[in-house]
């Protein structure tokens, strides 16, 4: 099937913003998620949106869904360090206990 | 409350052997997945139990298999390991409902075949 599509890295200045692009595939998928691995361990949820929503905003997490285009974006306010991971979009294109997850994109963190 | 724990967290098999790995999920969740992660292909649905009955499948070969047992405590099976079962394999609970899906990940069994 189709995959969902990331780009692969992104390099950015501690206090700047990061925007991290995703294109998922099902435009029926009902939930479109964002999750983040730090090195050795697992996913760890950071946000999700509601596929009849256009933006959904979490602390220094802003989510925009453009449906038409089945575009899925997370900005990341003042990155920190700490934000230094892996970050996957995924969709829930076959029932929301099985996901369709991208390849994944590697924000670095430059102090 | 404790999150997700797997077993084991590493472990390297040779080809042809056959490995069993293990999933707790968080207390009163009654859905565990279990997903293989490659640097190749990335994050691959293996399967997904809930109440003891296999309720989705992934694409892979009969050789992967698993089950779940009353407490919801899930193990999988890999058979006649190929060097390419070399993986990150996590599990992921969830109450199972059908909401918002948010899954908890434990941090994972690295399976390295020689």
């Known amino acids: 099937g189709e995959d969902v599509e990331q780009s692969l890295f992104l390099s950015v200045r501690e206090g700047d913003s990061s925007v991290i692009n995703c294109t998922y595939t099902?435009?029926?998928?009902?939930?479109l998620y964002w999750y983040k691995q730090e090195p050795g361990a697992g996913l760890q949820l950071l946000t999700y949106?509601?596929?009849?929503?256009d933006m959904k905003q979490d602390q220094r997490l802003t989510v925009l869904l453009n449906k038409k285009d089945k575009h899925l974006s997370l900005r990341i306010a003042d990155t920190q360090t700490g934000d230094s991971a892996i970050y996957f979009c995924?969709?829930?294109?076959?029932?929301?206990?099985?996901?369709?997850f991208g390849k994944g994109n590697q924000v670095v963190v430059i102090p | 409350k404790a999150g997700v724990t797997q077993t084991p967290r590493y472990l390297i098999k040779t080809r042809g052997q056959q490995v069993t790995l293990s999933c707790s999920p968080i207390?009163?969740?009654?859905?565990v997945s279990w997903y293989q992660q490659t640097p190749g292909q990335g994050l691959q649905f293996l399967f997904e139990?809930?109440?003891?009955?296999?309720?989705n499948k992934g694409n892979f070969p009969g050789r992967f298999s698993g089950r779940q047992f009353s407490n919801s405590r899930s193990e999988m099976n890999v058979s006649t390991l190929e060097l390419g079962d070399s993986a990150l394999y996590l599990c992921?609970?969830?109450?199972?409902?059908?909401?918002?899906?948010?899954?908890?990940f434990g941090e994972g069994s690295r399976l390295t075949v020689l």
């Open positions: 949106i509601f596929s009849n929503m």
């Open positions: 139990y809930f109440s003891e009955t296999q309720r």
């Open positions: 992921a609970s969830s109450l199972g409902l059908e909401d918002t899906g948010e899954l908890f």
């Open positions: 995924a969709e829930d294109r076959y029932g929301n206990n099985r996901l369709a």
């Open positions: 207390s009163g969740h009654r859905s």
């Open positions: 099902d435009s029926s998928s009902t939930y």
